[in-house]
């Protein structure tokens, strides 16, 4: 019977592929003013189906609670009024952003007088692994569409309510100004079957990406045999190097770790320079305790937010482990570090290439820890929370990328395309 079971997900999957390789060409073709129009179409659907995507939101979010998931994954599972009027404005503003397909990127004449040029084109058939996010179905599926992809989505298992009623939504749009749906498809997630199909489409599916956990990204880049643009956690840093301005430093620390502490910007380590953390770190411990946060320090950090009087319960000891670990709740590790090529150092060993914090009125400083660190976003004097495709101006955001091929850091609407150079010639031979 497992066997027969399967079978028949991973053949609904190969038809679901094959469907949306068939609506890749047709997407490809589809002129701006079709692709906007199903962006605008998409709004509408979501503010007039509103209620009953709520609702399917509560029926995951209580099934989820019910199974003891952690509140910082609720966090990312939660829909509201708030968070789906900001989807749609995100629809707007991608609905404004340039049409980049068909953008020349080089143009020359070669041998002979053959004019050449270089154009950009959609990737063809991306796919999409991710967690308990149903924003990101709405973020993925309308940068699809506005780069002319089709896109599948295979969401988390608890997340499932959620999504079915979205794409189904997101799919009346796509109808409603002659697109085939086909191209907006949701895989199931109720077994891994529909996760390990997919990885196997290669020839059908173009590009994967997958955006989450440590875990599943590292699943998906190990066992995958289409493309995958890697997603990375976000153990991110901020360091208060010796010149740092209390007052920023403070007002940065506290929106970095408390602001959304479950998103993937959000910073999970503190490093201080060790003969200017009596003044910098008391304030800010205190602050961060105030505000409910665990401080994981290494000894003589601890030492500092004790005497400054931090409750004994907020406290705890770092292990090496702490240094790598991605919190995603109201905890940071916390390390004295002796100087800037230390938290370098520091940085590059436990870091995943996210994004990275310094807090400094030395700007030697600043520009040696900019070229140092090795990241997709390096911030001078600024939170960790900005990496995000939109504050970025890049036309939304399908996930930030850690690595170095194609496209690092928000991948907003040029990350979902290729290029191609269209050659034209009178007869010309070789």
Partial sequence: MADTLTTTAASSVKQQAQ?????????????????NGALAAMSEELLTNEEIILAANMLDID????EGIHESMIDRLTLNPERLAGCRQALAELIAFSDVLGEVIEGRTIAQGIRMKQVRVPLGVVGMIYEARPNV???AASIAIKT????????????QQTNDVLVDVLRKALVKVGLPDEALQNLDATSRDSAHELMGLHGLVDVLIPRGGAGLIKNVVENSKVPVIETGTGNCHVYLHEAADLEMALSIVMNAKTQRPSVCNAAESLLIDDWAAKDLFPSIAMALADAGTTLVCDEASK??????????DLLRDATEEDWGTEYLDMTI???LVSDIDEAIAHIDQYGSSHSEAIVTDDYAAAQKFSAGVDAAAVYVNASTRFCDG???GLGAEIGISTQKLHARGPMGVKALTSTKYILEGSGQIR
């Fill in 19 to 35: 469907a949306a390789k068939q609506a890749a060409q047709f997407l490809a073709a589809a002129p701006i003013e079709v692709r």
């Fill in 63 to 66: 099934a989820a609670r019910a």
């Fill in 137 to 139: 179905t709405i973020d």
């Fill in 148 to 159: 002319g992809n089709t896109i599948l989505l295979r969401g988390g298992k608890i997340a």
């Fill in 303 to 312: 030492a500092i937010a004790a005497a400054a009087g931090v409750p004994a």
């Fill in 333 to 335: 590790s916390v390390k």
């Fill in 390 to 392: 939109g504050l970025f």
